[in-house]
Structures are given as C-alpha cells and as structure tokens.
C-alpha cells in the first residue's frame, strides 16, 4: 500500500502529552521535519488537538497526535482535556513530556504521575521524556524523580537536536506493540490461488465511481495474498457463479445482502461479509458473536445503541439507521427504542443499554474499537457489529465464515 495514501485508520497513532509550553509542538515540528505547529512562549498555544500524517523510517506510516497541555486552567479546558482523552484512547504509543514548569527546582509532578495512570489502564506504551536539557539546570535531579515514580528511565532532549529527534524515534520503534500490524482481514479463510467472489451491491450507499474503503482493504490484501477475484453485484452472483469452472473457496459480500447472497452460495464455498471480517481485523470477533446472542433476549422494553464511525449524511437505504432498525423491530417489537451515535460520540455511561451494534469501523484504529469495547465490557453490556447482528438477524450466523 503506497504509505501518502494510508487511511489514517491504519496508521501508528502516536499521542504526545504534557504541560502548557513544555515543547509538544515543538517536538512535532521536530519530529515532522515540518512547522505543523505553531509555536510560541505563550502558554496554552496548542488549543486544539492536531493531527500529522507521516511516514517515520523504519516505523511507517504514523499519526502524530500534538494536545493542547494537560494543565489547562481556560474556559475551555475541560473540553479540550476530553478531546485529549479521546486522542489518548487511540492512540498506540505515547511521549509524555515530564517537568516543565522549573527548569531548576524539582516541579510538582502529580499532572504527569496522573497521565501516566490513565496511558497504564489503558494499556499504552510510555516513552516519558525530559525536554529542553540545553537550558534546564535540574536534568540528573528530574530523571532521578521520574524513574522513582514511573520505573523507567526518562529520555533526555533537546527538540533542536537531531540526535534527540532519532533517539525519539529509535524510542518510538521499541514501543511499537508485539501484535500491532499483525492482524490480517481474511485471516486464515483464503491462501495463495484460492478464488474469492465479491458480491457487493451498488446503491445509495455505495459512492458513485469508486468503492467503499472495505472493500478496497480486503481487495488490496487478496492481491497481496495472491488469490484470483471474481467480483459482482447480487443480481449478476448467479450468472457470474455460472460462468466459473470451479466454485468460489469464499464469497464476500456486504452484510446488508446476506440472505440474498446466502440463497446462493454454493454448497463448496464459504460466505462472510467486508463487516464481519472487519470485525475480527478492528475488534474482538469472539465478543461479537458470543454478544449477538443477546438479539435473542431483546423486548420491547430494550433498549439499543447503535455507534458508527462515519459522520456521513445517511442514505435512504443506510444500513445503520434504517435497515438494521427496521430489523430489529421487526422481530422484537415496534417499541424497541434504538439510540444513534456517529463518530467520536459515544456514551461514557452504557448502563441504560441492552445491547450496542457498532460498525465496521473501517474509519477508526483498531486500538480505539477494542477501547470502546473493553468500555462495555467492563459496565457489562454485550457489543456486537453490524455483520454479525445481520448474520443473527438473518438466522445464518452459525454459517458464516469469520
């Protein structure tokens, strides 16, 4: 995949906190080789979240993330402390910059000992850094401080440096997570010469003149793969079947034609949907197929969130708001209420729900899916995605491929 192209959704996201004026934007000028940033003595510059696409050597293609600092006192602080979080619950690797407010006497720690709690729970690989050591006078003192409280050694720089700037980055390399890229969309259900059929239907909701970002991710890696691809639409799946010396070893299709495609897939192939399969390569697939059961059990009385990851404006058709409600209702009851998120919304509180169906998420990191799935795991409420919920809905779920 050419890497100036890579959706931002599959790139190293790389968060960089600290205080007001302690060089973050600095290091991302630094670090981009660019003046993404704007920089300056005033305190509280940065204030708003940005956001620089680049590809780093031996790292590939990242997402630096620059936020506003963590002891914003402003009117607006609470909320950008928020988008900070948000930032923070994407992100895969984090620079925390350490100590600014002296540059000779010790300083409070508790903003940093607090942020570096919150990137542990989450799991987030620390890189915790000292910056400005050309004018500072308390380096040895504070890296003493900080290995006491964090247990690790703190990396000592000078954004002006480039020999800081490659240590950041040889920093960054080591963090890098064992299984981050690791995951594949097929997985194991098609190896090198195996025939694969897309079925994808072309309607409202598909774009005119180019294909779903899916679909375009799951056709990339079957070239890579080297696998041979037949693609149509449902009305021509039959013809197309016809017209092949040997059946299809998987068919992949979008889930909103599930019962069609299925009436139609050979006894020999295999059927799955771009969802479902973006449902094991953004989050937990196990969880989603043991949380579709949960259909089961709705009533009336229940109630249903439904999260997408895009803030497009919906189609007549869309799947989301329109086909998997009228579904749902259909089978459970027309007082079923369904709640509807779109992008970065998502409830902090998920206790009023009996059920959450998110997308696809071809538009967020797999880091922030599985967030937001550990989020209603911990307040005990199943999550499933749309594939799978269709898959139940449709009543062929233990016949899909994931």
């Keep these: 995949m050419n890497t100036t192209n890579t959706p931002n959704s599959e790139r190293l996201h790389i968060v960089i906190l600290g205080a007001t004026n302690s060089g973050k934007s600095s290091l991302l000028n630094a670090i981009t080789g660019q003046h993404t940033s704007v920089v300056s003595d005033v305190e509280g510059t940065t204030t708003d979240m940005i956001y620089k696409a680049i590809e780093l050597p031996d790292v590939g293609a990242s997402l630096i993330i620059d936020t506003p600092g963590f002891d914003d006192h402003s009117i607006l602080g609470e909320k950008r402390m928020q988008q900070t ?64 409280l964090f247990g690790q050694k703190a990396l000592e720089i000078s954004v002006s440096s480039p020999e800081s700037i490659e240590n950041i980055r040889q920093a960054i ?31 409202a909701q598909a774009p005119k003149g180019r294909l779903i970002l899916p679909q375009v991710q799951t056709i990339r890696e079957l070239l890579d793969k080297k696998c041979i691809i037949v693609s149509c639409t449902p009305e021509k799946m039959q013809e197309s079947l016809s017209v092949l010396k040997n059946m299809p070893k998987l068919i992949i299709t979008d889930s909103q034609a599930f019962k069609s495609v299925f009436e139609n897939t050979p006894a020999e192939s295999r059927l799955t949907s771009f969802s479902v399969l973006f449902a094991g390569y953004k989050g937990d697939i196990k969880c989603f197929a043991n949380s579709a059961k949960a259909i089961e059990s709705l009533t009336e009385t229940s109630r249903v969130l439904i999260a997408e990851a895009c803030t497009h404006a919906p189609a007549t058709e869309d799947i989301g708001r329109v086909k998997i409600p009228n579904l749902l209702r259909k089978k459970v009851g027309k007082g079923l209420t369904i709640d509807i998120v779109s992008g970065n919304d998502f409830p902090k509180d998920l206790g009023k729900y009996d059920l959450i169906i998110h997308c696809g998420a071809c538009m967020f990191n797999r880091k922030y899916v599985l967030n937001r799935i550990e989020q209603a795991k911990y307040q005990n409420i199943p ?20």
Excluded: H
């Excluded at 690791?182 to 259900?189: A, E, K, P, Q």
């Design 85 to 148: 979080l948000l930032a923070v619950d994407k992100a895969d690797v984090a620079i925390l910059i350490c100590g600014n407010k002296s540059l000779t006497d010790i300083p409070d720690l508790s903003s940093e000992i607090e942020w570096f709690g919150k990137l542990k729970e989450r799991k987030i690989p620390v890189i915790t850094v000292i910056n400005k050591i050309d004018i500072r006078t308390n380096t040895s003192e504070l890296s003493r401080r900080l290995y006491e």
């Design 383 to 402: 999550i499933t995605n749309y594939g799978i919920a269709l898959a139940q809905l449709n009543g062929i779920l233990p016949k899909i491929a994931y």
């Design 173 to 203: 390399l080591k963090k890098i997570p064992e299984d981050y890229g690791s995951s594949s969309i097929t997985g194991n259900l098609v190896t090198e010469g195996d025939l694969v059929m897309l079925v994808m239907p072309q309607d």
